[in-house]
């Protein structure tokens, strides 16, 4: 914590599953740095549920422009159905709030866009929920790849297979581009991937293909696709909700050594393996294990990030041009996919159809009527 720490002034917005379970948790692992003075949610009875759970202390609205209004929040964490995150961080942004605002944060870099242009009006930050860069295994991978030390990365995968069942679809937000903003692609695979675009660097081509094999859903229920990155290496990348056996992976072959991540939904320094090239010296191998003290990838781990950037007063990491080439990746892989072409880095700007919405108007994938 920084010697000009102060007790930052915190609301949460939207007080379902991520936020009762994982953005309160941080709050009270944080509770030195941060008070959450209020609450809100649409749902009444969701509202009262979370208050019992957080304190009758924290206030409750069913308006996030009189809760604004009332509390003047100095940090502003958003945690409702995707379609309302640009809205919401942008009437935060406007009062000088920062925000932390979870995945995905926009359902497209045209709205992703303006973000920043209220970012750049209020001179507040407004960061996005990848969790998993932040734990401590990641940390040190992102040193000790970014350092050089493991050698140049050459091949890469990443694996998001998860299961979800037709009871998660009856969800009334889930399944259609303009509440969810796509399928394990833009919900689910995009934690994986923003930690191997971390890991790795900016990408420059996709090619991809999509399917909806499973469930009555608009966008995909799974996603492949190969991807180059700038510094040569190429990788492969899995977006599927459709996998009995669930793993999330990441494993990078590097000149020098193999780091290879295996969790589900969170990782600890245990997930982390590395395996040396057989040119590598025992000594040197044995100093790229993980540090002892272990950090869970988590939102405790990412909020004390943030709030580190906030008392210093600069941009927090997940925010700005770093969180849009997440959602890039995310709008290439479906212009790829959709369109058979590979798609290069940079190319989906204005006048582009991917590039206000992920489903790019193409007509086998664009939004039908919903029985
Ligand atoms: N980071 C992660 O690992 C992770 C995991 C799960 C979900 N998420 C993300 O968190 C977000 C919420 O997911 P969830 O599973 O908690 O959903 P949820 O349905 O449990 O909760 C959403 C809440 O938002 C409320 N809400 C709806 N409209 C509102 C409005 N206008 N103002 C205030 N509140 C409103 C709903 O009443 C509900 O209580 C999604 O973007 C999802 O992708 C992230």
Redesign the pocket.
């Known amino acids: 914590m920084s010697a000009r720490s102060v007790r930052r002034k915190v609301a949460v917005?939207?007080?379902?599953?991520?936020?009762s379970g994982?953005h309160l948790p941080a709050l009270r692992a944080h509770a030195e740095r941060v008070e959450l003075v209020a609450a809100?949610?649409?749902?009444q009875g969701?509202l009262d549920a979370f208050r019992e759970l957080a304190g009758a202390e924290v206030a409750g609205y069913t308006s996030?422009g009189a809760m604004l209004d009332a509390v003047r929040p100095g940090l502003v964490l958003i945690?409702?159905?995707?379609s309302?995150?640009k809205e919401?961080t942008v009437a935060a942004l406007k009062t000088g709030a920062w925000v932390l605002c979870?995945?995905?944060l926009t359902l497209s870099l045209a709205e992703y866009d303006e973000i920043a242009a209220a970012e750049e009006a209020s001179g507040a930050y407004a960061s996005v929920?990848f969790?998993h860069r932040y734990g401590s295994g990641a940390v040190h991978a992102h040193e000790l790849i970014a350092s050089g030390e493991l050698g140049a990365p050459r091949v890469a995968h990443c694996q998001t297979t998860w299961h979800r069942d037709e009871a998660y679809y009856t969800?009334p937000?889930r399944g259609t581009w303009a509440s969810e903003g796509g399928g394990p692609t833009m919900?689910h695979g995009i934690?994986q991937y923003d930690l191997l675009l971390h890991l790795l660097g900016p990408w420059t081509e996709i090619r991809a293909m999509a399917a909806r094999l499973v469930h009555d859903t608009e966008s995909e229920d799974v996603s492949t696709a190969l991807v180059r990155f700038e510094n040569g290496a190429l990788a492969t990348v899995v977006n599927s909700v459709l996998s009995p056996d669930e793993v999330s992976r990441i494993r990078i072959d590097c000149a020098d050594a193999t780091v290879e991540l295996t969790h589900l939904?969170g990782h600890r320094n245990e997930d982390w393996v590395y395996t040396p090239a057989p040119h590598v010296a025992s000594e040197r191998a044995a100093a790229w294990r993980t540090p002892a003290a272990d950090a869970p990838s988590s939102h405790t781990a990412q909020l004390g990030v943030l709030l580190d950037a906030y008392d210093n007063g600069v941009r927090p990491p997940g925010s700005g041009p770093d969180a849009r080439a997440t959602l890039e990746f995310a709008a290439a892989l479906y212009k790829s996919a959709f369109t058979g072409q590979p798609v290069h880095a940079g190319e989906i700007a204005p006048g582009d159809p991917y590039y206000p919405a992920m489903h790019g108007d193409h007509p086998h994938w664009a939004p039908k009527e919903r029985a």
């Open positions: 917005v939207g007080t379902g599953s991520i936020v994982s809100v949610d649409v749902d969701r996030m945690g409702t159905p995707p309302l995150h919401q979870e995945k995905p929920v969790q969800v937000w919900g934690h939904y």
